[in-house]
């Protein structure tokens, strides 16, 4: 069987001897005492500051920052949880891995079955391509309005032009760490220092945005201890802070948002536990090490090295971007409202042959004079892009009214336009409320009677010869605009917020530099760390499908192969449904699967010998295996049959079926392998 290293003489000697002197380094530790060893492990440490990388990815910013959208700080226990039941079983793979010294995907095919096998790389090789796309497209996305939109700006640049140069400066700065994580030696050392130095900044810069708001006040360090205590109540009831807002909700609808809650809670939980270690996750750990040369006297350093490497950094900055994100979003609307005469006073004035011919700071004055007026309650004291509310929607009216061809738009069209600036928000939390506000009015008209109330609105349009979408959407915000203050505002608070809208939230209070630039660095150090990683993890899955040394022009060639994600800023918003939908099922039914294996694995003295668990030592380990194993399963399946039933399969017996085809692949190739004879250990 081929090392799973370079076989190239100069490269083993080197290699072998930088082996033989951290092995002599951890035997000669271990006898000076507690201390010296873990002097030894922090220098050794590796493998797990490569697990983090990837897992600190665009995935686990956006899902961070609905949990603190969601129910606050009350989920902060959450992530810390699922790591720990993902490192348990990660434990378990390194464990079998260094104990055997067998490469993975060759042990699984040799001695459990080639489905598996061949099922685990193939779903790994598809994560790594299709989840290349996000982390390029969220790292451009960052550059253009975080750290230099005077740059890469949509007003300094066309976004394609500017995306283009920011993916190609990223995939340079990625093919370069992998040459230097390939050369080996002393390329490896560069490679680990810098990877630590990305991890410590993504850290850093979440950290530090959470130190500045404490400082300020702005954070209930009471509130935040409490949310570390696991509350398995917000799978059937919304977080407590919610109840004064349901209450002003009439009771028949109540529990329309109730459930809402509940179910994108429910979801958090199980996507959670699902999805806290990704199956590429599972790849890259044991071939890093086998890569590093460790073998059986190793296997205390990796535990060491999953804990700080991994658990630690990922704890703390998925924890400071739930903390910063509840602080500042937990229900606080996304949208502003308006008085309802506010929208015909503006109107009235846009449509005045004189205004457009007004100097454009008397258009603002008199824009303004109505605005200042124009909002409820304490509205227009709020802040948007660090301008007063009514500064923001004055420029966004202005903006409107600039576009070509808006004074020949019909008054439907024109009226949208106008409401929709008086939202004073940005596109995407004008959609997300929009489409909140839509469900609540269906749930009270019946999906029937919508249906017929805009194909009513669509025929009309045509009937006049009038703008058929802007008709449309007429119709919808009229219903939204008839629901009762407290549902609108339930709507709005529900809304998905990104990173853009964090920075703008963190800005009036950390300022300029530290919500965009320190965040900025962060959410790109994220982006590139996880592109690195996920170009490594393809290098090992190329070489083991041929069964090659993981070194040399075919590893580099696998790594490259996840470049595919530079399309990402340019195609992944229509794309995903499609890419994400049939690589997350697959991977939500081998991650379970996978975890079984290693974990009866653990269990085969015939495959392990001596190195097999014994004792208490083997009843614990066994004890919190199954405990992962069993919530894995219940996430996948549910994770699995959801995504199938929200996409445009519409069913989520898609997701059972493709889980029940697979199972079924595995049990016949299991027992023809049985009457061939050959060698299965399970």
């Known amino acids: 069987m081929p090392d799973a290293r370079d076989t190239a003489p100069d490269a083993v000697v080197a290699e072998e001897a930088q082996i033989q002197a951290d092995r002599r380094l951890i035997v000669e530790a271990r006898q000076k005492g507690f201390w010296a060893t873990l002097g030894a492990y922090t220098r050794l440490s590796g493998p797990g500051w490569l697990q983090s990388a990837i897992t600190l990815g665009g995935g686990s910013l956006s899902s961070s920052l609905y949990l603190g959208v969601l129910a606050g700080f009350s989920l902060l226990w959450l992530q810390p949880l699922a790591m720990i039941i993902g490192i348990i079983m990660l434990s378990t793979i390194a464990y079998v891995t260094l104990s055997t010294g067998e490469r993975p995907f060759q042990a699984i095919n040799k001695h459990v079955n080639p489905v598996l096998?061949?099922?685990?790389?193939?779903?790994?090789?598809?994560?790594?391509?299709?989840?290349?796309?996000?982390?390029?497209?969220?790292?451009?996305?960052?550059?253009?309005?975080?750290?230099?939109?005077?740059?890469?700006?949509?007003?300094?640049?066309?976004?394609?032009?500017?995306?283009?140069?920011?993916?190609?400066?990223?995939?340079?700065?990625?093919?370069?760490?992998?040459?230097?994580?390939?050369?080996?030696?002393?390329?490896?050392?560069?490679?680990?220092?810098?990877?630590?130095?990305?991890?410590?900044?993504?850290?850093?810069?979440?950290?530090?945005?959470?130190?500045?708001?404490?400082?300020?006040?702005?954070?209930?360090?009471?509130?935040?201890?409490?949310?570390?205590?696991?509350?398995?109540?917000?799978?059937?009831?919304?977080?407590?802070?919610?109840?004064?807002?349901?209450?002003?909700?009439?009771?028949?609808?109540?529990?329309?948002?109730?459930?809402?809650?509940?179910?994108?809670?429910?979801?958090?939980?199980?996507?959670?536990?699902?999805?806290?270690?990704?199956?590429?996750?599972?790849?890259?750990?044991?071939?890093?090490?086998?890569?590093?040369?460790?073998?059986?006297?190793?296997?205390?350093?990796?535990?060491?090295?999953?804990?700080?490497?991994?658990?630690?950094?990922?704890?703390?900055?998925?924890?400071?971007?739930v903390i910063a994100s509840?602080?500042?979003?937990?229900?606080?609307?996304?949208?502003?409202?308006?008085?309802?005469?506010?929208?015909?006073?503006?109107?009235?004035?846009?449509?005045?042959?004189?205004?457009?011919?007004?100097?454009?700071?008397?258009?603002?004055?008199?824009?303004?004079?109505?605005?200042?007026?124009?909002?409820?309650?304490?509205?227009?004291?709020q802040t948007t892009e660090d301008k007063p509310l009514t500064v923001y929607v004055t420029n966004q009216i202005?903006?409107?009214?600039?576009?070509?061809?808006?004074?020949?738009?019909?008054?439907?069209?024109?009226?949208?336009?106008?409401?929709?600036?008086?939202?004073?928000?940005?596109?995407?939390?004008?959609?997300?409320?929009?489409?909140?506000?839509?469900?609540?009015?269906?749930?009270?008209?019946?999906?029937?009677?919508?249906?017929?109330?805009?194909?009513?609105?669509?025929?009309?349009?045509?009937?006049?010869?009038?703008?058929?979408?802007?008709?449309?959407?007429?119709?919808?915000?009229?219903?939204?605009?008839?629901?009762?203050?407290?549902?609108?505002?339930?709507?709005?608070?529900?809304?998905?917020?990104?990173?853009?809208?964090?920075?703008?939230?963190?800005?009036?209070?950390?300022?300029?530099?530290?919500?965009?630039?320190?965040?900025?660095i962060g959410v790109v150090g994220m982006a590139v760390s996880s592109i690195i990683i996920l170009m490594l993890i393809n290098g090992f899955c190329v070489c083991e499908a041929v069964n090659r040394p993981s070194r040399g022009w075919l590893y580099r060639v696998g790594c490259l192969i996840p470049m595919v994600g530079v399309l990402g800023p340019f195609i992944w918003q229509g794309a995903a449904p499609y890419l994400a939908l049939p690589t997350s099922v697959f991977g939500f039914i081998l991650i379970p699967i996978a975890y079984t294996t290693f974990a009866l694995l653990l269990n085969q003295r015939k495959l392990l010998g001596e190195n097999m668990p014994r004792g208490a030592k083997r009843w614990v380990w066994n004890t919190l295996m199954i405990l992962g194993v069993v919530i894995v399963v219940i996430g996948s399946v549910y994770k699995a049959m959801q995504m199938t039933e929200r996409s445009f399969l519409g069913s989520g017996w898609y997701g059972a079926g493709a889980i029940l085809a697979f199972v079924a692949a595995a049990v016949i190739v299991h027992v023809i392998r049985k009457r061939k004879g050959k060698e299965v250990l399970l």
């Open 117 to 321: 096998g061949w099922g685990w790389l193939v779903a790994t090789l598809m994560a790594n391509c299709v989840w290349s796309l996000p982390q390029f497209a969220l790292a451009a996305k960052a550059f253009r309005q975080n750290l230099m939109p005077s740059v890469f700006g949509a007003e300094a640049m066309a976004p394609n032009a500017a995306n283009a140069l920011i993916v190609g400066s990223i995939a340079v700065l990625c093919i370069i760490m992998v040459y230097f994580y390939d050369r080996g030696g002393w390329g490896v050392k560069v490679f680990d220092i810098i990877l630590k130095a990305m991890v410590g900044i993504i850290v850093l810069s979440f950290f530090g945005v959470v130190v500045f708001m404490s400082a300020k006040g702005a954070l209930d360090w009471a509130a935040i201890g409490r949310g570390f205590v696991p509350d398995i109540t917000l799978l059937w009831s919304p977080a407590d802070t919610f109840s004064p807002y349901l209450s002003a909700v009439a009771e028949q609808f109540r529990g329309f948002w109730s459930t809402m809650i509940v179910t994108d809670q429910q979801d958090s939980l199980v996507a959670a536990a699902a999805t806290a270690v990704g199956i590429n996750m599972t790849f890259l750990l044991p071939y890093s090490m086998l890569k590093k040369g460790w073998n059986r006297a190793f296997r205390g350093l990796a535990v060491f090295d999953l804990s700080t490497g991994l658990f630690v950094p990922f704890i703390l900055a998925t924890g400071c971007v």
């Open 326 to 381: 509840a602080s500042r979003f937990h229900t606080t609307p996304a949208v502003h409202f308006a008085k309802p005469e506010t929208l015909p006073a503006v109107l009235q004035i846009v449509r005045d042959p004189s205004f457009t011919g007004l100097a454009e700071d008397a258009r603002r004055e008199r824009l303004r004079a109505v605005l200042d007026d124009g909002y409820v309650g304490e509205e227009a004291e």
């Open 398 to 520: 202005l903006k409107e009214m600039a576009a070509p061809g808006f004074a020949g738009l019909s008054d439907a069209a024109q009226l949208s336009a106008l409401r929709d600036a008086l939202w004073g928000a940005d596109p995407a939390a004008v959609k997300g409320y929009r489409g909140n506000a839509l469900m609540r009015v269906k749930e009270e008209m019946g999906a029937a009677a919508f249906a017929v109330a805009m194909a009513e609105a669509e025929q009309a349009a045509k009937a006049q010869g009038a703008d058929v979408q802007a008709a449309v959407k007429a119709t919808e915000d009229a219903l939204i605009s008839a629901l009762p203050a407290a549902d609108r505002r339930m709507a709005a608070m529900l809304v998905r917020r990104d990173n853009i809208h964090l920075a703008e939230a963190l800005k009036p209070l950390t300022g300029h530099v530290l919500a965009h630039y320190v965040f900025g």
